[in-house]
């Protein structure tokens, strides 16, 4: 296997990460749009803080087995480890077809966040470790793009289809067809990297951490002010899947201006990185990251406030602007600040803490929604997202730039 660094010497592999990457974004995709619909057609379930238990479930598993990806990577093989994670995906859709009650789509949805962290750190990684040290942000936003690009398209789809012949089971079908792709594909195609992290640390010189978590969570100023943001990003995510719909809902929006509303905001944040990674390799990442927080808050700020479906598409659409100025900017930051060797229990350590970020946005959100409703949850999360862009501006050093 040739172990020669840099995106241009190995990008067919790197193009099979990125298909791989689509489907695994397509996965989460097909829950977007339909889920608290599907919740309380199906199963009677009207709590805003029941609905929002399958973002709890799904976050709260995400967030470790993406730290075990990070702590098993270099001992089990990324490949093993992504193959892995697309045959727990294998039976999700056929659990949500035929799910006799709520605690099946609880049971569903722990599945999928194992998988999901299996799958979507594993290609993180494997990008990183291909591309060096020159192009880490054009390759992380190509890799968000793809990932949330295609949560975009399946939020969509899975929304018309919806519309069209109900909400379940033909838009669980779509999952049927993505985890046996992703699985073919990743088994057949996909080489591991490790060799390349070997290669990359002959030659670095950044300062290994005596405790990769500590570092990462509370002592780094670097690191622990990127994690924050992070968590607190997939904190008004959790709120933004979860809440959105029900808003539309009580709009009297049907499934598929919803689905349109919806996926605006995960397509503009997926596209929006085929710019916003390479920029983070030339510009500020401070400052990106700073900006990008501040513009979900203020975003986030105005839902309450229309009921108009262009305003709304459009306030859609700055959300996504901003959470795709942070999301490469994140990975992109972790692995500028760590070595070769600790990147990817780095990495899983800040995907642990971002991801928990969906279960508390789902409880924090599901909670306030219920005792106070949906409108103070909405104001709660984006006074977060603007905290959050403050200890970004406060504690986090400059960063080197190109």
């Known amino acids: 296997m040739d172990t020669q660094l840099g995106l241009k010497e190995n990008w067919k592999q790197f193009t099979i990460l990125i298909i791989v ?39 709260l598993t995400k967030a470790l087995a993406n730290y075990y990806t990070g702590r098993l990577a270099n001992r089990f093989g990324r490949k093993n480890l992504l193959v892995f994670g697309w045959l727990v995906a294998l ?21 999928l966040g194992i998988s999901q962290g299996f799958t979507w750190s594993s290609t993180v990684v494997m990008k990183i470790d291909l591309v060096g040290e020159r192009n880490r942000g054009l390759a992380m936003g190509l890799n968000e793009f793809a990932g949330y690009f295609a949560v ?3 939020a969509f789809l899975t929304g018309w289809v919806a519309e069209q012949y109900g909400v379940t089971p033909y838009p669980f079908y779509i999952g049927v067809g993505i985890s046996v792709l992703g699985l073919l594909v990743s088994w057949i195609w996909v080489q591991d990297t490790r060799v390349f992290v070997q290669k990359e640390s002959t030659t670095d010189s950044t300062a290994v951490m005596e405790n990769v978590f500590l570092e990462t969570t509370f002592k780094n100023k670097t690191l622990s002010s990127v994690t924050q943001a992070g968590l607190i990003n997939n904190l008004n995510d959790g709120m933004i899947w979860g809440l959105l719909p029900m808003v539309l809902i009580s709009l009297k929006f049907d499934n598929e201006h919803i689905g349109i509303i919806t996926a605006i905001y995960p397509t503009v944040w997926g596209i929006g990185q085929l710019f916003t990674g390479k920029m983070s390799d030339h510009l500020s990442k401070k400052g990106m990251l700073f900006w990008g927080m501040l513009l979900q808050g203020v975003a986030i700020i105005g839902l309450p406030f229309t009921d108009d479906f262009l305003l709304l598409s459009l306030i859609s659409g700055f959300l996504g602007l901003g959470t795709a100025l942070v999301y490469p900017t994140f990975l992109a930051t972790i692995a500028e600040a760590t070595s070769p060797k600790q990147r990817a229990e780095s990495i899983g350590t800040f995907r642990l803490w971002r991801d928990l970020g969906y279960a508390f946005g789902a409880m924090i959100s599901g909670i306030t929604a219920d005792l106070f409703g949906i409108e103070w949850a909405i104001f709660l999360i984006a006074a977060l997202t603007i905290f959050s862009a403050g200890v970004i501006q406060v504690r986090m050093p400059k960063t080197k730039e190109v």
């Open 152 to 154: 975009g398209i399946v």
């Open 91 to 111: 039976p999700i859709p056929f659990i949500l077809i035929y799910a006799p009650s709520w605690a099946w789509v609880i049971f569903a949805n722990v599945l």
């Open 21 to 59: 990457n689509a489907f695994v974004g397509g996965m989460i995709g097909m829950e977007r749009t339909i889920f608290p619909q599907f919740a309380e057609v199906e199963f009677g379930v009207a709590s805003k803080t029941a609905i929002l238990s399958f973002i709890t479930a799904f976050g």
